[in-house]
């Protein structure tokens, strides 16, 4: 299985981004897609998960401002980036399980930085 994270870029503050993230080679849909970031000396954080059932999460962080949609089919994910800040700036990874303790598959990060 490999996930394909695109849609990075550079943004003014205020602005917006699209991430999407695919999955190929997977034989069935995944129960939970996800999106994590890391900025440099930080660790990596969660930024918004989805589940088959469409129950979605978010860090408090970016709570009204970014939205993941999966489309109902749970092998491919996109995070809606509105209201983007500085503080947003990061490599965004994407991640999947096809069961929430199961195995997760990473794919490579995606760079998002916020300036002016």
């Known amino acids: 299985v490999q996930l394909q994270a695109s849609g990075g870029g550079l943004v003014q503050p205020g602005g917006c981004l699209r991430l999407?993230?695919?999955?190929?080679?997977?034989?069935?849909?995944?129960?939970?897609m996800g999106w994590y970031r890391q900025a440099p000396g930080n660790q990596r954080e969660l930024v918004a998960t989805?589940?088959?059932?469409?129950?979605?999460s978010y860090a408090e962080s970016v709570k009204g401002r970014f939205t993941i949609a999966s489309g109902g089919v749970m092998n491919r994910v996109d995070l809606q980036m509105n209201s983007l800040k500085p503080e947003d700036t990061a490599t965004y990874y994407c991640?999947?399980?096809?069961?929430?303790?199961?195995?997760?598959?990473w794919g490579r990060g995606t760079q998002v930085t916020v300036s002016s």
């Open positions: 999407s993230c695919a999955a190929s080679g997977s034989s069935s849909s995944f129960y939970t």
């Open positions: 991640n999947a399980a096809y069961t929430l303790k199961g195995f997760y598959y």
């Open positions: 989805i589940t088959r059932d469409g129950s979605t």
